[in-house]
């Protein structure tokens, strides 16, 4: 009734999600090992940016 599948090669499916699931492993540990040397996550430091104007009679 049943046809038997074959065991000695994994599924379709099964290969994307062993797949998708190493890359998302790489990334956690590529994202917690560039950050592990950060001193101060919360401190961000942006250079200001300011600018004057300065209002000039026309006359």
């Known amino acids: 009734m049943f046809a ?3 065991t000695a090669m994994p599924d379709t499916i099964t290969m ?3 797949v998708w ?4 492993a790489v990334m956690m540990t590529a ?6 040397g950060k001193s101060n996550v919360n401190e961000v ?4 940016m300011t600018g004057s104007y300065m209002e ?3 006359y």
């Open 4 to 6: 038997k599948r074959k």
């Open 16 to 18: 994307i999600n062993v």
């Open 21 to 24: 699931t190493a890359v998302i």
């Open 31 to 36: 994202t917690v090992t560039l950050y592990q």
């Open 45 to 48: 430091h942006y250079t200001q």
């Open 56 to 58: 000039q009679p026309y």
